[in-house]
């Protein structure tokens, strides 16, 4: 069984452009949703996927935005860059919704905004 | 008031002793509750979920009190790799299910 990965782990970019995070899901998993961990916090949602459709969304501005692929894989994608952007990315996959699954994450994409 | 508030920590305790932990959530029609573990500079990862009834896992104890919305971990026994950061989950219902993590608590466990 393959896990969730995420890349890349680690990048550096500066206010004003633009990232690209990806995420592979695990195998079976056909729902991805991403949250913002910032440091001493706890993950925060941004949203989620399911069959390539976005069907929920945190208190993110549209500059974050994403896509989900068919075969289940997603990327999160922002825009004009800001400082406080600046966190651990993290993509968790799970079977069906989100909510009263079990989340299995990746290892997260950590971005540092200069 | 947070949707979902734990206690930052840390708390540090000496081996073999019990800790308890507990969050507090806001949403009354909030539907599953989770425990995850999550290690210095890691993802976090399933430790349990909560059920009405309480449960069970090892050294652990889940509880979960929809009254006074609250929900706890006991960790009996504890022992130095249980050191890590335990976040709280709650999900409510909203079309999707929406997920809420807590802030964590940092447990310390010393030799």
Redesign the interface.
């Known amino acids: 069984e393959t896990g969730v990965t995420q890349s890349p782990t680690h990048l550096i970019k500066t206010r004003g452009q633009q990232v690209t995070l990806r995420c592979s899901s695990q195998s079976g998993h056909n729902t991805v949703?991403w949250?913002q961990q910032a440091l001493?916090?706890?993950?925060?949602?941004i949203f989620?996927y399911?069959r390539e459709e976005e069907?929920?969304r945190?208190n993110f501005p549209p500059r974050f935005s994403g896509l989900q692929f068919p075969n289940y894989s997603s990327e999160l994608n922002v825009n004009a860059l800001e400082l406080d952007d600046s966190a651990l990315y993290?993509c968790a996959s799970s079977l069906g919704?989100?909510?009263?699954n079990?989340?299995t994450?990746?290892?997260?994409s950590r971005l540092t905004v200069l | 008031r947070k949707e979902v508030e734990q206690d930052p920590g840390p708390f540090n305790v000496p081996e073999g002793a019990t800790v308890a932990f507990n969050c507090t959530y806001s949403n009354s029609a909030s539907q599953s509750f989770f425990w995850y573990r999550q290690d210095c500079r890691k993802e976090p990862k399933l430790l349990m979920s909560v059920y009405s009834s309480g449960n069970e896992d090892g050294r652990f104890t889940a509880q979960l009190n929809r009254a006074s919305q609250y929900i706890s971990l006991l960790i009996r026994d504890s022992k130095l790799s249980d050191s890590a950061t335990y976040l709280c989950v709650v999900t409510a219902s909203g079309g999707y299910q929406k997920v809420t993590f807590g802030t964590g608590t940092k447990l310390q466990v010393i030799p």
């Open positions: 949703s949250y001493g916090q706890g993950p925060q949602f989620q399911y069907n929920g945190g993290l919704g989100a909510g009263a079990v989340l994450f990746g290892a997260g």
